[in-house]
């Protein structure tokens, strides 16, 4: 069936640092690629999302890629802050009916 | 704008014992979702509405879960008789269009605790 793998599952940088999640997912037909932020005790939000039509899309120190031919697609966080500290989720969308989440990121940025 | 409200935050019952979570999604949002996410995993969905109408709910145990969304705004979901293995976090969201390709709006999650 569908699947979204996400790699690593934790991630600890020093402050300042880049920090980069990575997806893979299996379903072709997807083309809405979301990212979700959710600290402790809360849901997850949206920080950035990115459509099958775009290769990349920044939003200051964020930053998504996307791979359709090899189905990846990347989270990069520049100029990492202790805030940062939560767990990323990927997920993939195939424009109708489904979101498939990956497993989640867990990043802790030291100070 | 209030966001997406799900109430109670926590509970806590004893297995075979019943229970019903709540959600308020965001004003004029027609699509509502409701996932289970279990610990250190992401979100996985039980249901999916589109106004009243429960357009995806394929992987809603029918046996023990039922959810309803009346009037098409608010939404309940039960457990009965909840079982051990139901403790996790049951997130509500909710989307303003149909295709499903949108920003969806999360909840702060209720975490249900079985004993």
Known sequence: ?111 | EAGVVQSPRYKIIEKKQPVAFWCNPISGHNTLYWYLQNLGQGPELLIRYENEEAVDDSQLPKDRFSAERLKGVDSTLKIQPAELGDSAVYLCASSSAGTGATEAFFGQGTRLTVV
């Open chain 1, 1 to 111: 069936g569908e699947n979204v793998e996400q790699h690593p599952s934790t991630l600890s940088v020093q402050e300042g640092d880049s920090a980069v999640i990575k997806c893979t997912y299996s379903d072709s037909a997807s083309n809405y690629f979301p990212w979700y932020k959710q600290e402790l005790g809360k849901g997850p939000q949206l920080i950035i999302d990115i459509r099958s039509n775009v290769g990349e899309k920044k939003d200051q120190r964020i930053a998504v890629t996307l791979n359709k031919t090899a189905k990846h697609f990347s989270l990069h966080i520049t100029e990492t802050q202790p805030e940062d500290s939560a767990v990323y989720f990927c997920a993939s969308n195939t424009g109708g009916f489904k979101t498939i989440f990956g497993a989640g990121t867990r990043l802790f940025v030291k100070a």
